[in-house]
């Protein structure tokens, strides 16, 4: 069971009486990177949003079935029986547009998730949270002489990995990735890539994408959704070389999505 992170059983999650993830059982891998692919519109984001606790902030928005966090102490958490807040600070977001909070410095945005749960840090604690996380996305450099500057004076690259240190920061099991790259340009996108390469070491990373290449290059395990279901799932070259299902192939071969 240890090398599973995140198992999810029956989960269904609709939006006012409309079913948009239909019975999904899925494992996730520690310290690899999942993607999630599939057309737009099949439930992705919804799928991830469920697995802390996001969705049921929308609207009319409704959960069944179970997601249960296996923590390194094999202690297993059922994640609809706990505070949110815990569960979110367990599992990390990053959405598809770079979001620093505007009013906040670089400093601030790494620790926001300390600021915003009311956790008082020793400055001691929050330097050395900063650095590290900063460290840990590549940004460290570029920004250690301007950590008082707000954050959106930086680059859309420079902000996505901000988002990812701000996640960073709470030391969480897991970080899910809504399509991180979708609004930046090429070479942004290579350095985020080279970035959640580095980080499966000390993270389980799901990352949502209907990028093929992009999921091909990074990913170890391959998630294929179709309209709200979860049709294939393995290792990435089982997946990309042999697919089992007609809709995988279509999707992989660029004739549906
Ligand atoms: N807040 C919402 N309210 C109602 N329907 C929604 C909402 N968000 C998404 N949907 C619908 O749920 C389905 C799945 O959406 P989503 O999970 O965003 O798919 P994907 O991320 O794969 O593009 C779509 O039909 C979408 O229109
Ligand atoms: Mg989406």
């Known amino acids: 069971m240890s090398d599973i992170v995140l198992k999810t059983e029956n989960l269904t999650a609709s939006y006012d009486e409309?079913?948009?993830?239909?019975?999904?059982?899925?494992?996730?891998?520690?310290?690899?990177?999942?993607?999630?692919?599939?057309?737009?519109?099949?439930?992705?984001t919804t799928l991830i949003r469920c697995f802390n606790r996001m969705h049921?902030?929308?609207?009319?928005?409704?959960?069944?079935?179970?997601?249960?966090?296996?923590?390194?102490?094999?202690?297993?958490i059922d994640v609809y029986s706990v505070?949110?807040?815990?569960?979110?600070?367990?599992?990390?977001?990053?959405f598809q547009k770079p979001n620093p909070f505007p009013t906040m410095s670089i400093y601030e945005n790494v620790i926001a998730g300390y600021i915003l749960?009311?956790?008082k840090l020793k400055k001691s604690e929050a330097d050395e949270i900063v650095e590290?996380?900063?460290?840990?996305?590549?940004?460290w450099d570029e920004v250690k002489d301007r950590l008082r500057k707000k954050g959106t004076f930086l680059s859309g690259g420079q902000q996505?990995?901000?988002?990812?240190?701000?996640?960073?920061?709470?030391?969480?099991?897991?970080?899910?990735?809504?399509?991180?790259?979708?609004?930046?340009?090429?070479v942004a996108t290579a350095k985020i890539e080279e970035l959640i390469e580095q980080l499966k070491d000390t993270v389980t990373i799901v990352i949502v994408t209907h990028n093929v290449?992009?999921?091909g290059r990074i990913s170890d395990y391959v998630a294929f959704m179709y309209l709200g279901e979860l049709v294939e799932y393995g290792p990435t070259d089982v997946i990309f070389t042999r697919p089992s299902h007609e809709k995988t192939e279509e999707f992989l071969t660029g004739k549906i999505g």
Do not use: F, W, Y
Not at 56 to 76: D, H, Q, R, T, Y
Not at 162 to 168: K, Q, S
């Open 18 to 44: 409309h079913i948009v993830v239909k019975n999904v059982n899925l494992s996730i891998i520690r310290n690899k990177i999942t993607a999630i692919m599939g057309p737009s519109g099949c439930g992705k």
């Open 56 to 76: 049921e902030l929308s609207p009319k928005a409704k959960v069944e079935g179970k997601v249960l966090l296996i923590e390194n102490s094999n202690e297993i």
């Open 83 to 94: 505070d949110p807040m815990l569960v979110r600070r367990k599992i990390g977001m990053v």
């Open 117 to 119: 749960n009311g956790i």
């Open 132 to 139: 590290e996380s900063l460290k840990k996305v590549s940004l």
């Open 160 to 186: 996505q990995r901000l988002c990812i240190a701000r996640a960073l920061a709470m030391k969480p099991d897991i970080i899910l990735l809504d399509e991180p790259t979708s609004a930046l340009d090429p």
């Open 213 to 215: 290449g992009q999921a």
